[in-house]
């Protein structure tokens, strides 16, 4: 696996990888690695040429009062991970490299993508994915790329991004891989000790009672149950029931696709 640190030779590899006639899949992410980014990854080794996955801790989309700088890093780790994973290149830039200290072009997007969801209780998160995944895949330029359809709102803003830019790139969607209990892989995941992991599995439960019964209410009933975990939101849209929630510091998203 080669690990790239700046944009131009990133760009410069890409350009022949095209050259060649080979097909480029994409994983971005912010590190901190787990199975389902893994999933990806096979997910991007199956259908392309070449991989190549990202690790880049996007300040963009963290407000003031949110966890940058304690957001989980382990890049040695990362690295053992996407060499077994046979990941032919590592793009991993400084912050400096990606956004060079002057106002950077800003996203403003459309009502009907944040007037629900996360993005109330997180102003500027989605347009702060929208800005580096531009930037991403403009350096890149993959043939695919991946993202969990646990980040359900922001493969939304992905697909709409893609489509006003006229990128050509084919967005895949994969299943969210979830642990034993049901508790949807997460980085935030390694906050959690033991009884709040166990806790945070009502998440899953609510959302399955929730679909099952048609009711919102059971769901956010179920969620009342346990007192360790306090809810954000409970909804449905589009024929997908989501949810977030905070046990202590650690927030937690989820969701399932209503048959």
Known sequence: MQVLKTIRITQQMMSLIRLQGQTIGFVPTMGSLHAGHMSLI????????????????NPTQFSKDEDLENYPRDIEQDKLLLERASVDYLFYPEVSEMYDGADATAFKLPEDLISWGCAPFRPGHFE???QVCAKL???????????GQKDYQQTLVIDRLIKDLNFDIDLRVMPTVRERGGLAMSSRNKYLGKEDRKSAEVLYQALLAAVKTGSLEEGRHIVSLEPKVQLEYFEIHDGVALLAARIGDVRLIDNVVIE
């Open 42 to 57: 096979e997910a991007a080794r199956e259908e392309c040429d070449v991989v190549v996955v990202s690790i880049f801790v």
């Open 128 to 130: 702060g994915v929208a």
């Open 137 to 147: 895949f403009n350096i890149i330029t993959p043939n695919k790329v991946y993202f």
